[in-house]
């Protein structure tokens, strides 16, 4: 029973942690890695994933970003 509740903890924290842009988005693109130019257009923003990660797990915002995960592919 200990290990159950331990497995269960541990697959909890771990839906927890993960940011959804990330987990449900699908494989990243060089679009969505790479940084407009100046002058260039700006990448557009999932907002779904966006409000997700808000309601759920606000930390997740920082590795949906840094992945680039939270951006539309093109």
Do not use: E, W
């Not at 927890?16 to 060089?30: I, P, Q, R």
């Amino acid at each position: 029973m200990k290990k159950l509740k331990t497995i269960l903890a541990t697959m909890l924290i771990a839906l927890l942690m993960s940011s959804c842009a990330t987990v449900f988005g699908g494989k990243v693109n060089s679009h969505q890695k790479t940084k407009p130019a100046p002058g260039q257009q700006q990448r557009d923003v999932r907002v779904v994933a966006l409000i997700a990660n808000i309601l759920l797990f606000p930390p997740g915002l920082i590795v949906d970003f840094a992945t680039g995960a939270i951006y539309k592919p093109q």
